[in-house]
């Protein structure tokens, strides 16, 4: 049975590319092939050579194991990246998936914070060709409300090194780097999509309860398509204020099998789900039921044309539109 990944805003294109690719099977099944245009509508021709035209912005959650690593790619080409996972496994994954996409050179690196998960391939990503030119930003030189540019991808800093907005709270006495991490609104067109690397949201229980950053937050970046679930589906974040806030559509987790941290903690998943977020993950992590959430076992692709987007497997068809 056919049966695509989809969001709740589908590109015409990919419906079509799913519903072409049934009806061939359909058609191949029974006999030799017939020709589509026989049994295609003009109007339908029609939407797939319009689809074709767009402009495709695409977002690659990488799967480096328990960490985050995640490729942003514009329409022009540009790219950028925020985090680099572990060091060995996250600069294979970022270096393997560059040469893929025939990408050159990256314009910017993010970090979001100092924890090896995050910031692990970084070094060997620096010596390598492919990132010679590129602008590292992190929590000492982020400026909170300063947009950038990838192309016609706009990125937004929202939050950096414990201020949120205009507010800097008092988290260098906390001794806790997940509250210095930078929060990103990445849009472009009408898609919207939220990364704060493990920003937490007051959860945690003594002695390791954690400040509730993610509240103040909330309002500053409102509604999203897809939210990059905080710190891996930590019990520390994705609080309820700040899932009705953002009210994303989709949650990706990026982490580990059998991860030592139970990263997704199962009520962050209960939460995402009573909030009608559906989830996909790079892998099954800690979770014992796989039926809670979308595995995918490989990085996870997004394109969008600014109104529609899809969510697929990378190795299907490479993230390509």
Sequence with gaps: MCQPLLGTKVAKKYFMKFFITCLTLLLTACGPPLPLNRFLSHSITQNIAKASENKWFRIIVLDVGQGDATLLISSEGEAALIDTGPPESGAKAVLGVLDDQNIETIKTIFISHAHEDHIGGLEAILKDEHAVNATVIDKNNAEVGKSLKL???S?????????????????????????????????????????????????GDPPY???DLETPLAPLVGNIDILLVPHHGSHTSSNETFLKTLQPEIGILSLGNENDFYHPHPSVVQRLKKNGVKIYATEQGSLKDETEIEIMNDHICIITDGKDYFVEPYHIDKCTP
């Design 209 to 211: 309860q954690t400040i």
């Design 155 to 203: 990125i937004t800093i929202k939050a950096a090194n414990g201020q949120i907005g205009n507010e800097k709270f008092p988290v260098e006495e906390l001794d806790d780097e997940n509250t210095l991490s930078l929060g990103l609104l990445i849009e472009y067109g009408q898609f919207r999509y939220f990364t704060d690397g493990d920003l937490p949201g007051g959860g």
């Design 151 to 153: 192309g016609t991808v």
